[in-house]
């Protein structure tokens, strides 16, 4: 599989996770299209890439079993969610529940909107592993805290799959709990789509947001074709929201059921289909509309078809990247249990090597399946422990060396930079509670070898730190 992609022959993939790859067919498809939209500006904006795009949102729509009208595209998972706070406009006394660990970007939009308004958010603190019951407990416990404060909790921020450490997280359930108690929900899905199941009609979410240049499953075929000269083939139109699909850089979705669209008025930053509330400036009528056409979509639909000028090339090539994965890869089925196998099987290995263990809910039989493993994320703890630890972590066997939390939060960059400096890859490393730990990524271009040969320099690198040689 590796000779069809466009790493640097010297360059390790092993970090899919972060921000996804696509092999040269595809890339080759979207340049077409950038020539497409370069050699007729205004035709491709204004009329060509209008129907790509309502095309692509009708199949995003089949793979979630949702209506069409209740999803749009943004342009990655921490825009979408960005989008929902702003447009939740909150007031004082207003709370926002969110976990930890939570998405740095997101966290960081949190905080700044703490900066500009009366917002105020409240967070959920632990540590993984932690069983369920516990984390709900933990939750509606914060949720009560905010209450006795005078504040009214309106919404929670949580994941489908966290990105540090890598692992399920189980917001089906707190979703339900969400509904309970009267609380928006507001999915941060930008590891889920492919790798574990989604339905929005079953879930009901109040908004869902999830990357689409990764993902794993295709959705039922769904094409028009486009002939144009500067195009390689006849392109048969088929988008899937895409978590490692193998499709370019950057887009996501953002689900709003009917019940919530009257919350969106804007995107970030607002463009042409901002709507004004009742008494409001009057705007001018956006200039990609003929206003002698009947409108065939709602507003909110409008609202997010132009988002200033930006190339969304990746929204409308992924037929490409389909016809890859079924005639090169073997098809969808075989895709995802091997990346599934094999970042399982590679974390095994690079946890053998370190003499450690990897990242899954306590307390599980011998055989039992991990649910926080059922997926081509997997986390593996480092022999590093951390000082402030507050259950003994140094006295666990296999730990080289007990850092203070100054130490560490000089190791673990170290280790990043030799990876990428010395070794020429790359897998995030991070403190989670009193250990360091590393994430690792599935993809069909990998194969247990390369995680041998990373366990190899991780334990070296550990050794370093460990003479603090760093």
């Given at each position: 599989m590796l000779k069809h992609w466009l790493f640097d022959p010297s360059y390790k993939n092993l970090n899919h996770g972060s921000f996804g790859a696509h092999p040269a067919p595809v890339r080759d498809a979207q340049r077409a299209f950038l020539d497409l939209a370069d050699?007729?500006?205004?035709?491709?904006?204004?009329?060509?890439?209008?129907?790509?795009?309502?095309?692509?949102?009708?199949?995003?729509?089949?793979?979630?079993?949702?209506?069409?009208?209740?999803?749009?595209?943004v342009k990655n998972a921490t825009t979408g969610v960005a989008t929902v706070l702003y447009n939740l406009n909150f007031q004082p006394k207003e709370a926002l529940i969110y976990f930890e660990p939570v998405y740095g970007a997101v966290e960081k939009g949190i905080v700044s909107f703490q900066e500009h308004s009366s917002f105020q958010a409240r967070k959920v603190n632990f540590h993984f592993p932690i069983t369920v019951d516990e984390l709900e407990r933990r939750f509606r416990e914060t949720v009560s805290s905010a209450r006795n404060e005078g504040l009214t909790v309106r919404a929670a921020v949580f994941d489908t799959i966290v990105s540090n450490p890598g692992i399920r997280f189980p917001f089906e359930r707190f979703i339900g709990i969400c509904r309970e108690e009267g609380i928006l929900s507001v999915i941060d899905g930008a590891h889920g789509i492919g790798q574990i199941p989604l339905d929005m009609k079953t879930l009901q979410p109040d908004f869902f947001t999830s990357n689409c240049h990764k993902y794993e499953r295709a959705p039922p075929q769904h094409s028009s074709s486009l002939h144009n000269p500067l195009l390689p083939f006849s392109l048969s139109l088929t988008f899937s929201l895409v978590r490692w699909l193998y499709t370019p850089r950057s887009a996501a979705i953002l689900y709003v059921p009917k019940r919530n669209q009257h919350f969106m008025r804007s995107t970030l930053p607002t463009s042409w289909g901002f709507i004004a509330a009742a008494g409001s400036a009057e705007t001018m009528a956006s200039v990609l509309q003929d206003p002698t056409q009947v409108k065939s979509q709602s507003p909110f639909e409008e609202l997010f078809e132009f988002v200033a000028t930006s190339d969304d090339s990746a929204y409308i090539c992924v037929e490409a990247a389909l016809k890859f994965r079924k005639e090169v890869c073997g098809g969808e089925e075989a895709i995802m249990g091997y990346c599934e196998k094999v970042a399982n099987e590679g974390a095994d290995v690079v946890a053998n090597i370190l003499g450690t263990d990897v990242l899954q809910e306590p307390g599980l039989k011998p055989g039992e399946k991990s649910q926080m493993r059922a997926c081509a994320l997997t986390t593996v703890r480092l022999p590093i422990a951390v000082a402030d630890s507050s259950d003994g972590g140094s006295m666990v066997p296999g730990t080289l060396v007990t850092l203070s939390t100054t130490e560490a939060s000089r190791a673990f960059p170290f280790i990043q930079r030799q990876l990428l400096e010395k070794y020429n890859t790359f897998v995030p490393v991070f403190q989670h509670g009193p250990w360091l730990w590393t994430r690792l990524s599935g993809q069909i271009f990998l194969e247990k070898s390369d995680f041998e040969w990373l366990g190899g320099i991780l334990r070296d690198l550990c050794e370093q730190v460990a003479r603090r040689d760093f």
């Open positions: 050699s007729r500006p205004d035709p491709y904006i204004r009329l060509e890439h209008t129907k790509l795009l309502q095309k692509a949102r009708e199949a995003v729509a089949q793979i979630v079993n949702a209506p069409t009208d209740e999803c749009v595209f």
